[in-house]
């Protein structure tokens, strides 16, 4: 089966039937693999508590449209689709620093920081809540494979590095080890900006 075919798809440690979600938003199972990689498709899984422990909850989000996923040892028990989900407050802004970082990967040019929060906040967005902002994408990235866009991003501009925690998610992740400051960090730096130059740069579809 060719590898955009695949009915499970990874997203952290939890295995999407991509069949049963491409099913559920009306698309084509290879449509749903491909905007799942490129980031279109939004998860997130929590943990039940109290009565619901055991039970995992998957929450996907596409195109303004929310499906949420009961798992019990890894089977689905219950779906619902929400066809107007409003979006936390979070989610819009991650989602308008991932479409700024896709736009900036045009030209192969990183950004500032500092800059990147006034473009997308220009009545001031503190470069504390955009940190976080990138280090979502960064472990969203990871999960399910990508290019890290938060590559695209330079902390301090004597280093022309990303931000410290840029290299701790990735630390985190396995695809990391190294001082955030030191040469490993230069090397995985440009092998990252040259991937996410590389696949956003000219998207297909």
């Given at each position: 089966m060719p590898e955009d075919?695949?009915?499970?798809?990874?997203?952290?440690?939890?295995?999407?039937d991509a069949e049963f979600a491409a099913r559920a938003f009306g698309i084509p199972v290879a449509q749903f693999v491909v905007e799942l990689r490129r980031g279109n498709i939004h998860g997130l899984v929590e943990d039940?508590?109290?009565?619901?422990?055991?039970r995992?909850?998957?929450?996907?989000?596409?195109?303004?449209?929310?499906?949420r996923i009961i798992l019990e040892d890894g089977r689905i028990v219950q779906s619902t689709l929400d066809?107007?989900?409003p979006a936390p407050e979070k989610d819009?802004?991650?989602?308008?620093v991932r479409l700024a970082l896709k736009r900036r990967a045009g030209n192969g040019v990183p950004v500032?920081?500092?800059?990147?929060?006034s473009e997308i906040d220009p009545r001031g967005r503190k470069v504390s809540v955009i940190r976080q902002a990138l280090d979502d994408i960064t472990r969203a990235d990871a999960a399910a494979g990508r290019p890290l866009l938060a590559t695209?991003?330079?902390d301090d501009p004597h280093t022309e590095l990303p931000p410290e925690s840029f290299f701790g998610v990735a630390r985190d992740n396995g695809l990391f080890s190294g001082h955030p400051r030191g040469l490993e960090a230069y090397a995985f730096h440009a092998q990252q900006l040259r991937r996410a130059v590389s696949a956003y740069a000219h998207p297909q579809g």
């Open positions: 075919q695949r009915m499970d798809e990874p997203l952290g440690d939890v295995e999407i039940g508590t109290g009565d619901d422990a055991g995992r909850r998957l929450r996907l989000r596409y195109r303004g449209r929310e499906l066809e107007n989900a819009i802004l991650t989602e308008r500032g920081i500092a800059r990147l929060a695209l991003v330079i």
